[in-house]
T-cell receptor, first 117, second 111 residues
Framework: GAVVSQHPSWVICKSGTSVKIECRSL??????MFWYRQFPKQSLMLMATSNEGSKATYEQGVEKDKFLINHASLTLSTLTVTSAHPEDSSFYIC?????????????FGPGTRLLVL | QKEVEQDPGPLSVPEGAIVSLNCTYS??????FMWYRQYSRKGPELLMYTYSSGNKEDGRFTAQVDKSSKYISLFIRDSQPSDSATYLCAMSNFGNEKLTFGTGTRLTIIP
């Protein structure tokens, strides 16, 4: 149990285009989902917290107009990187907060590798 | 000072050895303590989950939490090359809150 999927697993796009990443909790309902960014050999950096049916809460320094988050259902959240630039190239990971096996914590997706040319 | 301190390593041990990974923290409100394992280019995988102080064992893995010392540990017995990964400690006040992570320890098990 507690499976979280992400799609796509990797994407290459041209500078100026927008990219949408999906995060799904497959076998549990997640009222809260989190979006992280990770640079090579560094820990996870929380970008935003997404609650179903409400606006996302962004961490300091994260541009909400740049990284659009939608959490339309209890099993799906999306992150859209708008007008992507090479500095947005990174590993993006989502997590879903839920109760599985008596443990209420965050379960992570496999990540999406974004390369902006 | 960071809220959670974790030695980044790298840590290399021979196959079969006991591995000890540790984190210290400063926020006494933390109640939930997790260890995640992350392989290169993959998302973190929940390894151990502990609420409040105490020990928890799962196969070759044992997690310990000492809230009085604000210190948590993960022990890996009979370490295998497949245990080579980055291990992240994480903690929160409540189960569904955002996590505070350590920097991660890169572990290599040498065959």
């Amino acid at each position: 149990g507690a499976v979280v999927s992400q799609h796509p697993s990797w994407v290459i796009c041209k500078s100026g285009t927008s990219v949408k990443i999906e995060c799904r909790s497959l076998d549990f309902q997640a009222t809260t989902m989190f979006w992280y960014r990770q640079f090579p050999k560094q820990s996870l950096m929380l970008m935003a917290t997404s609650n179903e049916g409400s606006k996302a809460t962004y961490e300091q320094g994260v541009e909400k107009d740049k990284f659009l988050i939608n959490h339309a259902s209890l099993t799906l959240s999306t992150l859209t990187v708008t007008s992507a630039h090479p500095e947005d190239s990174s590993f993006y990971i989502c997590s879903a907060s839920g109760l599985a096996g008596g443990q209420e914590t965050q379960y992570f997706g496999p990540g999406t590798r974004l390369l902006v040319l | 000072q960071k809220e959670v301190e974790q030695d980044p390593g790298p840590l290399s041990v021979p196959e079969g050895a006991i591995v000890s990974l540790n984190c210290t923290y400063s926020n006494s409100a933390f109640q939930y303590f997790m260890w995640y394992r992350q392989y290169s280019r993959k998302g973190p995988e929940l390894l151990m989950y502990t609420y409040s102080s105490g020990n928890k064992e799962d196969g070759r893995f044992t997690a310990q939490v000492d809230k009085s010392s604000k210190y948590i540990s993960l022990f890996i017995r009979d370490s295998q090359p497949s245990d080579s990964a980055t291990y992240l400690c994480a903690m929160s006040n409540f189960g569904n809150e955002k996590l505070t992570f350590g920097t991660g320890t890169r572990l290599t098990i040498i065959p």
